[in-house]
């Protein structure tokens, strides 16, 4: 049975409602009126209804467009992990179990392992595991180390109660043998708002495609099995990509005739579900929205703006680096948004920017952007602009994301192809009228702008990793965690330390950024700026610029910023969870207490 957009929201209210008894508390117990063991998974009907409470543990509109940490987007308030600020907390909400209990209930029940119908019983058994695999993968990134837990744990259950962590190793293949098991049993069916097959394997090759690489460039860690994880990372991308289900989104049919654009501004996921894995649902009709346009728009919320060396990673029309241009750094924003891979334009307002449902030709706004560089990612009509009145679907899971862990596979197994790149990297770039990358080409020079970034990509596919790192980082911005992930599992937690940049300014003067005629920036000395002559001016102190007189806005000038090489990595685990079970070890670097 398809479930429909409102079906599926309706699902998620009633089981939220049945679940309402069961805390973060290990020890809680389901209400026996409501819900037992005796009385559920009787019917599939129980099992349905059930299983799609699960939604609700994807990430939110909110957890894609505004929680991507890293060097990305700087947003009015930082985050600690950027300024190496971070304590060891005395509680962590993301050390929380009572999603795993909900899991490991139904896999448990024993109504449900012995259900009738097995072929029936194994689909939920699949999706329940997928929801598994995707809850230890969450925390196996953030704390590498934790308990493996496979069934409910009660009160007098001392010996899991007190259980030390498990290592990483186990904890990756569990996960893997949960999606092997959703892989063989959910359905080969293609249905953008469910999990299935796909889904399934479109989360294997992103778990598989972070521990490969985390465990080779990890290498003091000695994790072992670092290049089998990655040739199933490449074989579960490639066995979604031979599945002709899915295909590059291309069309000029959308809100704004840009593909790319109109992958994210589009409403509704149906209209580009060819490229669409996994999406949440938004509705007007039924109250379920989120609240990215204001984000992107408002001066009082967090005025997101691209970072200057992301910008500065965008290449050429030609294919060629931005950075091979001499003095690229100090060239004026409409000089530097000249000629560049057409996603810049489709990213942020740049010179001639037109707004969906605006005819208005619109300059960078200062008062709602940190940096300049304004996001326009998401963006439809000025309709949705108040809070929390979006609608636009998210995706969790997309197929440019899968093309992307194929080729990063491929290449960091040494087995890369120019055919496996045409198969891949080339279908991204075709999208926007790109240049197809070349890898004899990329190896024989590798892109010193992008050497400076990561500094430790070594060996003969050097040149061919740092531009599917490039692709990477451009394609995925604003999508989540990808970008901090990333760098993570690379380990270059070094690229936070350096000052986070904005536009570059000449020095102090009246600026008309997209040479429209019009005033969009003044740049002053002294204390106070000059009086307002428009409100669609922005005015910035000369001593926000990173030189003497001149250079990048410094949205955050003079904040230091500290990565620490040996515990950073790795969140840790809260005082409180550690004072309850002794066993629980600590991570290497941070405090005991």
Known sequence: MKITNKTAIIYI???SLLLVGCNDSFLERYPTDELSPQTYFLNENDFRVYTNGFYIMLPEGSDIYQKERADNIVSNTQISEVWGDRIVPTTDSYWSWSDLRKLNFLLTNENAINFSNATIRDKYFGIAKFFRAFFYFEKVKRYGDVPWYSVVIESNDIENLMKPRDSRVLIVDSILADLDFAIAHLSEDKNIEVINKWTALALKSRVCLFEG???KYHSKLELPDANLLLTEAAEA?????NSNKFSIYKKNTGPSGKP???LFASISANDVE??????????????VKHGVQFYLTSKTSGRPGLEKRLVNSYLMTDGTPFTNIAGFDTLSFYDEMQNRDPRLAQTIRTPGYKRIGDSRIQA???GATMTGYQITKYLNTPTYDGPTQSIQDIHIFRYGEVLLNYAEAKAELGTLTQGDIDKSIKLLRDRVGMPNLNMATANANPDPYQESLYRNVSGQNKGVILEIRRERRIELVMEGNNRWDDIMRWKEGQIFVEDFKGIYFRG??????????????VIYSGENPPPSTSDNISYLPVNSLSGNGKGNYLPHKGSVKVFDEDKDYLYPLP????VLNPNLTQNPGWPLK
């Open 575 to 578: 005082i409180e969870d550690r």
């Open 274 to 287: 060819e490229e669409v894995i996994l999406t949440r649902r938004y509705s007007y009709e039924l109250n």
């Open 213 to 215: 690489t985390f465990r």
């Open 13 to 15: 209210i009633v089981c």
């Open 364 to 366: 960078p706004d200062f």
């Open 260 to 262: 790319y654009q109109d």
């Open 237 to 241: 991308a490639n066995e979604i990509m």
């Open 508 to 521: 102090e003067g009246e600026y008309d950024l997209d040479k429209n005629g019009s005033i969009d920036v």
